[in-house]
């Protein structure tokens, strides 16, 4: 299922931007990728759209831009059950904790958002006086399509 699409073009480099963080055109292109992606993304697939809007981004470039972007907060860095071996899958943050359910056959990758998971999240806050930051939570099993 494709990511909602709530980012506001050029968010993640203004917000970089006011951090007094510089802005290079490969790391433009980079965020950019970022910005508009409809689906999870692994470092090469950003590397490969990111060289599509400017030809100068190298692996390197990709993978310090996206430790910075988590570093700042701005990104998340999934593993989404291993699909693809170690790869890890990298979405923007917006602002709301979601579960991801991973397809083991055809891989898709499914969001949803649920108040349980938010009341288990206050729960554990309270029952366990621990103070969340972030929580993740990845399902896998079958999509409806894989089912059939």
Known sequence: MPLPQTEIPGRLQMQL???GIRMT???RAILSVIETANQHLD???ILRKARTVDASVDRSTVYRTLDLLKRQGLIDELDLMHLNGEGHYYERKLGRDHIHMACLRCGKIAEFVSKTFESLKKQLERDCRF?????RLEVGGYCSACRR
Do not use: F, K, M, Y
Not at 131 to 135: K, R
């Open 17 to 19: 931007a006011e951090r």
């Open 25 to 27: 055109g490969p790391r």
């Open 43 to 45: 470092a090469s697939q």
């Open 131 to 135: 103070h969340i930051l972030v929580a």
